[in-house]
């Protein structure tokens, strides 16, 4: 018909210019979320993402936002939000690192008011939703291109775009903006840990720095004191420990010690540490130490012996603990093959020992075995004389051979067989021979590969 026009229905819906939208409806209170009853802070600054591993001064858990943000989880701390807040930023300040900081319930909503200038403050969760609706898109955290479009479409704070349908919004710009729209709303705190939180911990705040070897000395026993006491009443035994201490210009020194055997006797923990603490440098002190035990085991309460000293089944370990401060310390295993230089192979003195049945050969292997020359009546019969340099050796009795044989299903080349002897010499000693090759050939050689006892 003239004079009428038809409209052309485009393929994907449009989101129309915030200026053609009717004024949005105040948005309702979201509902309770899992992350509803844990309280997060969040802190923004120039370098502060270095500093993450120093801010586990204040809580077990802390992850990083990005180069120039933190996430202290704040659940569960004794201390009044208000007054955390303030002890956060003074100490930030005096280490150099001037943050601003928001506690709240949603982490992602109090990033994106930190970026958009929001001074610090504890927020409600009824203060967070009411600061939200204002929040221009710039201070979400969404790739710039995103941001651009938004901003051409008109769509320049939350209240406006959030006004949008979702699924027009999900097709044209995806996943990223509706997780992060979920986030704000406290939906989802997508977040990790820069290091699990230990189960048992102990912590010391000092009014004056710790300067001297006595002062740390006496804080460290303290500490230890305190987590024995925890790990008692848990029924846990320590199996590593960490000792973080922190400086006031934003520095951090750390210590680990494993346990042998899980423990919780603050004489042989405190001894262990005693050593360590001789590695830490003070420089203008420490304000905080921290003694955490990072791996536990269910220990059983044994009944004490009389004697103040430990029973044969604790001297051991803690025996062993004290050695593996000064030298290492190991343990000698079987292992799958009949070469004598891979029958066994080191590990833990705490390992469990496997059962196995030894042969008749050398406690310990020479790291390099000696030429021998060697006198036999015939060319497969045990030696009768062996010369070594320019010494000979008359041997009284043999016993053998020993034969080993390539193992075919190793790859690579493999060496070729051997015989064993064990031999007594007129002198009274007793070596363990090898003749490698076959016998009567012009490469078999003779080598002394260990001594009897």
Request: one cysteine or more; a positive charge; glycine letters at 8%.
């Amino acid at each position: 018909m003239a004079g009428r026009r038809c409209a052309r229905t485009p393929a994907l819906p449009l989101l129309l210019p915030a200026r053609r939208l009717r004024p949005p409806t105040p948005l309702p209170a979201p509902p309770e979320t899992p992350t509803g009853h844990r309280r997060f802070l969040v802190l923004h600054g120039a370098g502060l993402g270095e500093a993450a591993a120093w801010a586990l001064r204040f809580s077990p858990l802390v992850g990083r936002l990005g180069a120039d943000a933190l996430l202290i989880e704040t659940t569960g701390l004794p201390e009044a939000e208000p007054a955390l807040l303030a002890r956060v930023l003074a100490a930030f300040a005096r280490a150099g690192l001037p943050a601003t900081g928001l506690l709240g319930a949603a982490p992602a909503a109090l990033g994106a008011l930190l970026r958009a200038g929001h001074p610090p403050a504890v927020l409600t969760p009824a203060e967070e939703t009411a600061a939200l609706p204002l929040l221009p898109v710039t201070a979400l955290a969404l790739p710039p291109e995103t941001i651009l479009a938004l901003h051409r479409l008109g769509l320049r704070d939350l209240a406006a775009l959030e006004a949008q349908p979702r699924a027009p919004l999900a097709r044209r710009f995806g996943g990223a903006l509706m997780t992060e729209l979920a986030a704000l709303r406290g939906a989802v705190a997508p977040y990790t840990p820069i290091r699990p939180p230990p189960r048992h911990v102990a912590a010391c705040d000092f009014l004056e720095p710790l300067l001297t070897a006595p002062a740390l000395a006496h804080a460290l026993h303290r500490l230890v004191a305190e987590l024995c006491e925890g790990l008692n009443a848990a029924g846990h035994g320590a199996r590593a420990l960490r000792l973080t201490a922190f400086r006031g210009d934003g520095s951090w020194q750390e210590l680990g010690q494993g346990i042998g055997q899980a423990s919780r006797d603050p004489a042989h923990v405190e001894r262990l540490l005693a050593r360590r603490i001789e590695e830490l440098r003070p420089e203008f002190g420490f304000e905080r130490m921290m003694l955490a035990a990072p791996v536990t085991e269910l220990l059983e309460a044994r009944q004490s012996n009389l004697a103040p000293e430990a029973g044969p089944e604790e001297a051991l370990p803690q025996l062993l603990d004290r050695l593996g401060q000064r030298l290492e310390v190991w343990r000698l295993i079987p292992h799958a093959s009949h070469w004598p230089e891979r029958a066994q192979r080191r590990a833990s003195p705490f390992a469990p020992a496997a059962p196995f049945t030894p042969a008749p050969r050398p406690l310990r292997l020479l790291r390099r075995p000696l030429p021998l020359e060697a006198v036999a009546l015939l060319p497969d019969a045990p030696p009768s004389l062996l010369r070594q340099g320019g010494r000979a050796e008359r041997v009284v009795s043999a016993e053998g051979p020993e034969r080993l044989t390539p193992e075919w299903w190793q790859p690579g080349r493999q060496a070729p067989p051997r015989d064993y002897y064990r031999v007594q010499l007129a002198s009274g000693a007793r070596w363990w021979v090898c003749r490698r090759g076959e016998p009567g050939t012009p490469d078999a050689r003779w080598f002394l590969h260990g001594y009897l006892f």
